[in-house]
Structure formats: structure tokens, C-alpha cells
């Protein structure tokens, strides 16, 4: 057991993967020597010269040929660099990652892991703090899992790279250093489709992924309500039982997150909630969300993403209705 | 000033259109092999016809033909070892046959049934790819792999001039180059995209130049010369297999239309087909046959009837295969999510009701 930040709990799980799986091969941008712009494959190079691959500024030929790798019997882990440059790569994933395995009935699979650093509130540049998330769910054929703590982000990483479907693994850049945690040294895995309940409670669902779980943990400590706290840990396949179960107890439920409201993850968790438990239901379902506008250079950033005062008057409003 | 590079493109052409080729230049192929590209490219024209005529009949669905294009796609082909790999796009048919691939799955893929690209991994093959230029980075990614084992394979990418305007062409060359794989760049130059011309295609005067912007070879022959096809890729293979990417332009023409639901009379002249049909590559590797005394009227009817039965029999057994639909549901992800189980519940009460 160590005490970890996210950048080492991802870093331990890709060194451990890799000693125990040859055909690991790691491949993006200024990985290699320099380990990564944000470190997460700090010295990793140094012990798999071979598998640690610089490549050139092609998004789209990082994930074309991580297929092309995948189908050749290596798993190929790509980085793209930063979430608002996976948009090059949007064909290659849409296009072939998620579908050869149904185009050739199963001859084939491109079963790669993309990991990106993901999400704002780190004050950063244009297209450095996006929410794309929604279009790599809304893509039959690939998985989408968002760790929100060290110990899941290691979990869940090995499970991503065990997946024989591709997997987009985002990265709460939020969380890469801010929070430290106690992660075993052994190899664990978190599976992929399972929500996670962090706290128990009977009077509301509160359902979120990413840097905003730890954003709501003091906030529901703060209040005097029985709150169910949901992490979803993967947003494909969703893991709707779980947030069904919840509701069918607490009878109101709020969705929480960055992304732009306008069907987002939360527009299918609330239309799964009215297809499954309306009878349930107690108050309407509540979505706290980013707007549905171009996410703000950083001078503006704070007034687009959901805060304390924002996620405590929906809380408000449902448990007042 | 001073010049700090140069260039040059070569251009490969061993036949004319008489059926006479330069000895000097002539590949060392036996009798046996000239008659196999003879045979191999008739079944590719008879194939062809057969899918055009049941696409008209409501068999098949939207076919893209291959008609003027098969000294490229044979000659290529037979230059490669077995365990070399093909990355197709979508006028490869030939390929396909030549490594054996079932001839009825290719119908039952034209037609509209995933299921017939099931195989393509044991002929060492992708499968079809319809959004153009993407498939050269897959190529990429196969060579890289096989480099990384230590293998000593070839991976030959095809695509048109049409695919050389994309992103991923060029994310693809200079890929290969960076890492310096083992990939041969095979374009079937057939100088339209859909009614594209070439000349509003690029602004360079060969495709084969594009090659040494990214720091390898790249060559043009003649693509309606079945010889000189294969000897310029039996050279890319050799070079290949050294770890040196290398770009073969082949110049041919699509004598057909664009695809069976295009009419390219629209944007090309009767007087430019025309003289592109007096360039068959077809009749001329047949002149060179009779010229050489390889063939015979006899031999000809015997080679145009066996495709045809061949050809007959593959459509006779894609057309008696069932399809089952909830095949729809079975490979999005290696197993069913509880999503799609629900989904796939739903989906039998409706296919019941
Ligand atoms: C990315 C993409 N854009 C558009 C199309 C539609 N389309 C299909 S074939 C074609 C022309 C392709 O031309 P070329 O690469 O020269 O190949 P050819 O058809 O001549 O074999 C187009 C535009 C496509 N399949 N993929």
C-alpha cells in the first residue's frame, strides 16, 4: 500500500500491466523520454525502450494505427495529448475502432485503450478543458469509463486495458494531483459497466462521475439530508440497474456534470429514470450541468461549471418540491 | 543559392498495347504463372459484370465496379507472398479471389450482409473500407506490429487518387517513413473520384511524387500492363521487406461508372472511354499470350467458362444463406451489455408481434 495521486496510481498501473503483458505497447505524443506532458508515463520508457513509442502530431494516425496494432494482436494504450484533440481522431474511433468487430462478425477487434487527460478547472487554455464525452458514448461499439479517485484510476485502467472492446479512458486533469490516496501495490480490477455507491442514503439519488465526486462529498456532508451519492465510473455501458435501484429507494434524483446539458449523459439518465421508476418519483429529476455553450477561456471558466451555491439550490429545490 | 535536392519519378511500362513487351524489362514469370494473371483477371472482369447485373436486378446493393482496373489489381496482388497482408478499399474484388477468399462471402458483402467479411483474417486481409483514405493508417499500425515481432512481412495498402487529398494519406506516409515500416502504398490511380479528375484533385503532376516529401521512393507504371504491375510491386516488396515504405502509382482508368448507382457519362466524354478501352489490359496481356503462343481459342473459352460456372456457383450459394437478425445485436461489444440485453428483449417482442 501507497499513498498516491492519480498521475502515480495510472503510472504504477500501466508498469505493472506492462511487465505482465508483453504486447502492451504505449504510444502518443512526448511520452517517451519526456514521460508524458502531464508525467503519467514517467519512466516508463526507460524500462520498455520498445514499447514506449514517441509518435509525430497525428491524432488521427495514432488511433488509425493503434487499430491497426490491435487487429495485428498488440494492445496498443495511444495518449492523445489533451480531450479537445481527440476531435482528429473521432473518425478512426467512430469510423473503425468501434466497429470492426461487427463489420467482420467478429474476425476481427480493435480492442484499444485511449487515455486522455479530461475536464476543466484547472484554468487552462482553449480546447484544454472540454467535456467531449457524450460523443464517445453515444458510439455503439466503445466503452467510456471516468475515474474519479487514485484507487479507482488504477482499477479501472487495468480493466480497460483487459477489455477486449476499445475503451476511452478520460482523466479528471483536476484530480491528476490534488488528491492523494491509499492504493495497493498489487494488481486489482474495477469492472467496467458497474456504478460505484460512495454513501448510502434514502432521501435522494446524487449522480455524478469524475472530479465532481469529490466536488459533492463535503457538500452532501454539509447538509441534513440522507443522500445517495452514485459514482458511475463507466458512462458506457451505463449501468443503469444501480441508478434505477437508487431512485426506486430515494424517489428523486439529481444528474450533476461539466458537459453541456443538451443530451448529455444526464438527458439519458433522467430518461431512463422516467422509462423505469416515474411511479417512484417524488419530485423531477434534476440536471446540474455545464450550459450549452462553448466552454469558457479560462478567465470565465468558473461561471460555467456547476459550483457549491448551483448543486446546493437544486438540492434545495428537489427536496422542497 | 545552391540546389539542395532533386528529383525524379520513374515510370514502369513493359507491354504496349500491341502485346509487345520489352525483354529486357520482363519480369521472370513462367507460362504457368501469365496464364494464372490471364485467368485471375478474367475472373475479376466476369465477377464484376455478374455484380453490376445483380445489382440491377435488386441482388445486390450499390456496387463499385472494376472493369479496366484488373492488371492493377492481379498484377499487384500475385507480386506478394501468402503471408504478406492487403489492405483493402473498395475496388479490390480480384485481391479478394486471388487469395482464395470465398467468392460467395464477397457477394453476400456486396449484398449487404456484414457476415461476409467473417473471413478476411485468414487470407491476411482487412475488410472492405468505404471511408476513403482511412484504411492506409491501419496498414500502418498492422506493419508496425509485425516489425515489433520481428516478422518479416509486407503489408500493401490500396487506395486511389481520390484518397491522396485526405488527412490520413499523409498521416499514413510519414508514419510508414518515421518508423520505417514495411508497407507498400498501392494506388490504383484510375484518374476520376467519382467525377473528380484528377487534375481537380491534386496539383502535382504524378501521385508517385508525393512519395519523396515524405522521404521514400515512389514509382509510376503503367497499371494497365499487368508486367510491368507486377514487377514494380515484386520490386516495393523486396524494398518492403528491408523496412522502406515505397509509393506505386498505377496508372489505369475506371472504365465503368463510379459505382452502379453513378452515371459517368455525365462528366466524361465517349472519345476519352473510348480510348482508355483501346488500352484494355485485358486484350493486351491476350495479344501478348497469342503472340507467344500461351493461348488458344480453346483455352480462352475454357478459362471464360470456368469463371463463369465459378462465378454462378458463388452466387447460387449467397443467395441460400439465411441471415439471422439478431445478428444486429451479437458483435458490438465481445459480450451483451445489460443495455443491449434489454434492448435485444424489446427487439424479439417486435420481430414476434
Ligand atoms: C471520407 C469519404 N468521403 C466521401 C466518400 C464518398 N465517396 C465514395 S468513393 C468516393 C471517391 C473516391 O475516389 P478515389 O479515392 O479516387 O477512389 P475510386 O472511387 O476512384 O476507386 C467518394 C467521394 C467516402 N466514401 N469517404
Known sequence: MSNLNMVEAINLALKQEMEKNKDIVLLGEDIGINGGVFRVTEGLYKKFPNRVVDTPI???????MSIG??????????????????????????????????????????SLVLRSPWGGGVKALEHHSESPETYFAHTPGLKVVIPSC??????????????????????????????????????????IGKANI?????????????????????????LPYSIELIDL????????????????????????????????????ISALIMENALLNLEAPVLRVTGYDVVTPALKLEDYYRPDEAKIKRAIERVMNF | MKVIKKFEIKRIGIMNEKGIANKKLMPRLSKEDIKRLYELMIITRVFDSKAIALQRQGRLGTYAPTLGQEATIIGSSYALKRSDWIIPSFRENGMFIHRN????????FWAGNEAGMSKVKEVNMLPVAIPVGTQLLHAVGLAFASKFKNENNVFMACFSDGATSTGDFHEAMNLASVYKLPVIFLCQNNQYAISTPLSKQTGSETIAQKAIAYGFEGIQVDGNDVFAVYSAVKYAAEKARKSNPILIECLTYRLGDHTTSDDASKYRTEKEVSFWRSKDPIDRLRIYMQKNKLTAKEYEKKVLEDAEKIIEDAVAKAESIKLNPEDIFMHTYDELSNNLKEQLREFRKNVKS
Open chain 1, 58 to 64: 497525428s491524432e488521427s494516425g495514432i488511433i488509425g
Open chain 1, 69 to 110: 496494432m490491435a487487429i495485428y494482436g498488440l494492445k496498443p494504450v495511444a495518449e492523445i495529448q489533451f480531450e479537445g484533440f481527440t476531435y482528429p481522431a473521432l473518425d478512426q474511433l467512430i469510423s473503425h475502432a468501434a466497429r470492426f468487430r461487427n463489420r467482420t462478425r467478429n474476425n476481427m477487434t480493435a
Open chain 1, 150 to 191: 487514485p484507487y479507482d484510476a488504477k482499477g479501472l485502467l487495468i480493466s480497460a486495458i483487459r477489455d477486449k472492446n476499445p475503451v476511452i479512458f478520460l482523466e479528471p486533469k483536476k484530480l491528476y494531483r490534488s488528491i492523494k490516496q491509499d492504493v495497493p501495490e498489487e494488481e486489482y480490477a474495477i469492472p
Open chain 1, 198 to 222: 460512495l454513501s448510502e442514503g434514502s432521501d435522494l439519488t446524487l449522480i455524478t462521475y469524475g472530479s465532481f465526486v469529490r466536488t459533492v462529498i463535503p457538500i452532501i456532508n454539509s
Open chain 1, 233 to 268: 465510473r463507466t458512462l458506457s455501458p451505463i449501468d443503469y440497474e444501480t441508478i434505477i435501484n437508487s431512485v426506486k429507494k430515494t424517489g428523486r434524483a439529481i444528474i450533476l456534470h461539466e458537459a453541456p446539458r443538451t443530451l448529455g449523459i444526464g438527458a439519458e
Open chain 2, 101 to 108: 477468399y470465398p467468392i460467395d462471402m464477397l457477394f453476400q
